[in-house]
């Protein structure tokens, strides 16, 4: 089922043209998740929020029983951790974007 | 004594596939990532120091930002080099395993669930859409207009200004539900996201839509170039496309069944 290597991903900054681009190499440019805001730019470069990669990379996944630490609740409790800290951040630092600026 | 304390990391389950994973790829911690065959699947993993992520350590480290946001960042650079070669079933951040029969045992146990679950997510990637109402750019640029001279004047400015902000909500709602209901067609599966809050997303704007998609490679450029077509260029309004992602949000069983 997965025999043949996927498609590269869709030509979204190149514009449609852009399917004709050859694909050289057994390892293509890795599948990279882009930000839009405006412009597309590699996620690696312009990150995506921490938010967006932890709903993600924390938040949903494929969590497997029998695997050996914490357990379902202590990755809630992560959740809760890391939502208190980004709180306390946002208390004892005024964020950026309140003057108008954004990030 | 650290070589005892070896665990096993694992970003991701998929199908055997062909190629060898990238030379420079790195995973948790620095490490360099492998591939660990079990009959017709593969765990995709890092070999770890127990002083890291043994369940005391990590717990501690858990509570550190910092390192949580790298560890995430390296494990989704792990899954995303995956996606290029193969459709990976990403499991959770910190899934680990005392030593490689453990992992095999997972494998096995996990069998029917693995290999149904990645024939669904085949050939499919997930994007995440956002849509944001903006604060109206207050109108800061007033010094060259004289500072209202009557209570009337400042009750016209000030209902002008509140005036726009609601508009600016109610464009913003209709265009998510505009948005939404536009790309679920060119969706397997959808996932709605709780709203972001912005005192903890840090992100500016009033979140309305929070939405993942799962999209076949085939028509994500349609679906690409749907949103763009209906993002529009209200300024107030701002849509983020992010993706494709591997298919975090759909990689848990129960999603299949609740989306039949």
């Known amino acids: 089922m997965n025999g043949a290597l996927p498609e590269p991903g869709p030509g979204a900054e190149a514009g449609p043209e852009a399917e004709a681009e050859p694909q050289p190499g057994t390892w293509p440019e890795p599948y990279a998740p882009r930000a839009r805001d405006g412009t597309y730019q590699p996620m690696a470069r312009r990150e995506v929020s921490l938010v967006d990669l932890l709903d993600r990379v924390v938040g949903a996944g494929v969590v497997v029983t029998g695997s050996l630490t914490l357990s379902i609740a202590d990755v809630d409790l992560v959740r809760v951790d890391l939502r208190a800290l980004i709180s306390s951040v946002n208390e004892n630092v005024p964020s950026p974007w309140e003057g108008g600026q954004p990030l | ?260």
């Open chain 2, 1 to 260: 004594m650290k070589s005892d304390a070896e665990l096993r990391y694992v970003y991701a389950v998929t199908a055997p596939f062909p190629t060898a994973l990238a030379g420079d790829l790195r995973g948790v911690g620095d490490t360099v990532p492998r591939t660990l065959r079990h009959g017709d699947l593969v765990a995709v993993l890092s070999d770890v120091p127990g002083d890291d992520f043994g369940e005391e350590p990590l717990r501690a480290h858990l509570e550190d930002l910092d390192w949580v946001s790298a560890t995430a960042r390296a494990h989704q650079a792990v899954v995303d080099a995956l996606t290029a070669v193969t459709c990976p079933l990403p499991l959770r951040l910190a899934t680990l395993y005392r030593d490689d029969e453990g992992v095999r045992r997972a494998l096995e146990a996990g069998h029917a669930e693995f290999t149904e679950t990645l024939a669904r997510l085949d050939g499919r990637v997930e994007w995440g859409v956002k849509v944001y109402a903006e604060q109206p750019a207050p109108q800061p640029a007033e010094p060259a207009r004289p500072a209202p001279t009557s209570g009337r004047d400042y009750l016209r400015s000030r209902r002008r200004a509140v005036t726009a902000r609601e508009n600016v909500l109610e464009e913003a709602e209709q265009l998510g539900r505009a948005l939404h209901a536009a790309l679920s067609g060119y969706a397997e599966d959808i996932r709605i996201y709780p709203a972001q809050n912005p005192k903890l997303s840090r992100i500016p704007g009033q979140n309305l839509l929070n939405a993942a998609y799962l999209v076949p490679r085939d028509t994500s450029e349609d679906f690409v170039a749907r949103l763009d077509q209906l993002a529009g260029h209200d300024p107030n309004i701002r849509v983020e496309l992010t993706g494709p992602w591997a298919p975090y949000s759909f990689a848990a069983a129960e999603r299949a069944t609740e989306s039949r």
